[in-house]
Nanobody
Framework: QVQLVESGGGSVQPGGSLRLSCAASASGTIFSIAKMGWYRQAPGKQRELVASQNRRGMTDYADTVKGRFTISRDNAKNTVYLQMNSLKPEDTAVYYC??????????????WGRGTQVTVSS
């Protein structure tokens, strides 16, 4: 079984910054993770993609965060990061880590973290 553990959420004023981290771990060996990313869900809204990065480093960002957020990952540590700058109140949401096609001794599967709250308010 694979677990995704998120950290780095919290409260910040508009214009501030936060850095989220998500580390994948397993009782066995994680051979590879095709794509890692961050989604968010605000109250009353659907979960949406924030940013993702595949193993080759190709990235994808929501238009609303381009130029403000930066995703990066450490394949050796099975960890993904999200640097969030110039935060706005509309960025307030629960942020979820996602790992696609995690290859272990079992057939590849997708996994989700439990989520971390990000609140942007003055």
């Amino acid at each position: 079984q694979v677990q995704l553990v998120e950290s780095g959420g919290g409260s910040v004023q508009p214009g501030g910054s936060l850095r989220l981290s998500c580390a994948a771990s397993a009782s066995g060996t994680i051979f590879s993770i095709a794509k890692m990313g961050w989604y968010r869900q605000a109250p009353g809204k659907q979960r949406e993609l924030v940013a993702s990065q595949n193993r080759r480093g190709m990235t994808d960002y929501a238009d609303t965060v381009k130029g403000r957020f930066t995703i990066s990952r450490d394949n050796a540590k099975n960890t993904v990061y999200l640097q969030m700058n110039s935060l706005k109140p509309e960025d307030t949401a629960v942020y979820y880590c996602n790992a696609e096609r995690v290859a272990t001794e079992d057939p590849p599967k997708d996994y989700w973290g439990r989520g971390t709250q990000v609140t942007v308010s003055s």
